[in-house]
C-alpha cells in the first residue's frame, strides 16, 4: 500500500523557518511523477502550494510563498522537502504531502491532478 508520511511541522514565530519532509513507500513499480505540498487552512479550500516534477526537477509554487519556500527532493527522487523560511501567520495551515503515480500531472498546483495524499503536518505561525 503507498504511503505518504510527512514530518517537520510545528509551531514558529512569524520570520522564523521550518523544513518539512515527506517520503513514499510501499509502491511496486515506479516511483510518482510529481510530489509535492498542499495546505490547508480552517474554513478555506486546500491550495497547491509548491510542486516538483521528480524526474525533470522543475518546480512550480503559488504566488504567496515564491522567494521564501523551497521544494527540493532525495536523490531517491521519492522523498520532498519543504524549506520554509520568512513565515508568515497567513502560512498558518496543515500541509499535507501529495504525489501522482502513474499519472500524468497537467496542472501541478490543483488537487484533483493527484492520487495519493499524507495525513498532513500541522504549521502554525504566531505574530
Known amino acids: 500500500q503507498v504511503q505518504l508520511v510527512e514530518s517537520g511541522g510545528g509551531s514558529v514565530q512569524a520570520g522564523g523557518s521550518l523544513r518539512l519532509s515527506c517520503a513514499a513507500s510501499g509502491y511496486t513499480y515506479s516511483r510518482p511523477n510529481c510530489m509535492g505540498w498542499f495546505r490547508q487552512a480552517p474554513g478555506k479550500e486546500r491550495e497547491g502550494v509548491a510542486v516538483?516534477?521528480?524526474?525533470?526537477?522543475?518546480?512550480y509554487y503559488t504566488y504567496s510563498v515564491e522567494g521564501r519556500f523551497t521544494i527540493s527532493q532525495g536523490d531517491a527522487k521519492n522523498t520532498v522537502y519543504l524549506q520554509m523560511d520568512g513565515l508568515k501567520p497567513e502560512d498558518t495551515a496543515m500541509y499535507f504531502c501529495a504525489a501522482g503515480f502513474g499519472t500524468i500531472v497537467a496542472a501541478p498546483l490543483l488537487r484533483d491532478e493527484y492520487n495519493t495524499w499524507g495525513r498532513g503536518t500541522q504549521v502554525t505561525v504566531s505574530s
Open positions: 516538483i516534477y521528480t524526474d525533470s526537477g522543475s518546480t
